[in-house]
């Protein structure tokens, strides 16, 4: 089976949109506040941009898939969006904990009994996630580098992590 265009242009935008969403989900369930129109969706613009740019580059510039997987002058944007990316991903999810400490600080003001709200399971997500997204970033300029030799050695270590990771969504932290 061979790669085409639009597979491509999915599994390339499924990181970009499902951190957007996984965010735009959490802040739903933690912000009493929240407003689809007005307040988070700063959040979507890395994807939006990043979509228009991939459809650009997929469409408009029609080059073919197996041009796709080599290196090529639009190979640096790709690698700029990718690892500016996991850093947007780190910093906001700093901001995320940060808000999610401010809304469980009003849950315990403004209710009595809060024993059944239970919300490490949305920390410990954003952690994991963040911890996966930083040991990417950081194996990915090892292997540009040259400090990390195989693409394999890299990928082995990033699945380390997000098999570790898998165990603490279930414990509280």
Not at 124 to 130: F, K
Request: hydrophobic share 50%; glycine share 2%.
């Amino acid at each position: 089976m061979s790669l085409t265009k639009v597979s491509l242009f999915f599994v390339y935008m499924a990181p970009f949109w499902n951190y957007s969403l996984l965010l735009l989900y959490s802040f739903s369930i933690t912000d009493t506040a929240y407003n689809w129109e007005k307040n988070y969706l700063w959040i979507c613009i890395y994807s939006f941009v990043f979509t228009i740019f991939l459809f650009t580059d997929l469409s408009l510039l029609n080059l073919d898939t197996d041009r796709l997987l080599t290196p090529r002058w639009f190979a640096s944007l790709h690698h700029l969006f990718f690892k500016t990316f996991k850093l947007f991903i780190i910093i906001s999810g700093f901001w995320f904990i940060e808000q999610l400490k401010i809304y469980e600080k009003n849950i315990k003001s403004n209710f009595s009994d809060i024993e059944y709200i239970k919300l490490f399971w949305v920390k410990n997500t954003m952690v994991v996630y963040m911890s996966v997204n930083a040991v990417s970033f950081v194996t990915y300029i090892l292997y540009n580098l040259g400090v990390i030799q195989s693409i394999e050695t890299k990928n082995m270590v990033v699945n380390t992590v997000v098999f570790l990771g898998c165990f603490t969504l279930v414990t509280k932290v």
